[in-house]
């Protein structure tokens, strides 16, 4: 997965206004409480950042999953 898929998905799920937000101010237990900016600029793949939003986010991920 592109980073740029991810922030795609981000946004379809959380909406534009909220994405930008949700990614650098909202920590992941999954990703070893790390933002998802802080999760890319480690050298985490995008695709399993999706999943670890998908793992905590489920509600709001699901239209957006695959």
Same mark, same amino acid.
Do not use: Q
């Given at each position: ?15 534009? !206004?909220?994405?930008?937000?949700? &990614? ?6 999954? @990703?070893?409480? =790390? ?12 695709? !399993?950042?999706?999943?670890?939003? &998908? ?6 991920? @699901?239209?957006? =999953?695959?």
């Amino acid at each position: 997965m592109r980073i740029s898929d991810l922030r795609n998905r981000i946004e379809l799920s959380f909406g534009s !206004d909220w994405a930008s937000s949700f &990614c650098k101010d909202i920590a992941l237990s999954e @990703l070893g409480s =790390k933002t998802v900016d802080e999760a890319l600029a480690a050298g985490h793949e995008a695709a !399993d950042i999706w999943r670890a939003v &998908c793992a905590a986010h489920p509600v709001e991920t @699901l239209a957006h =999953k695959y």
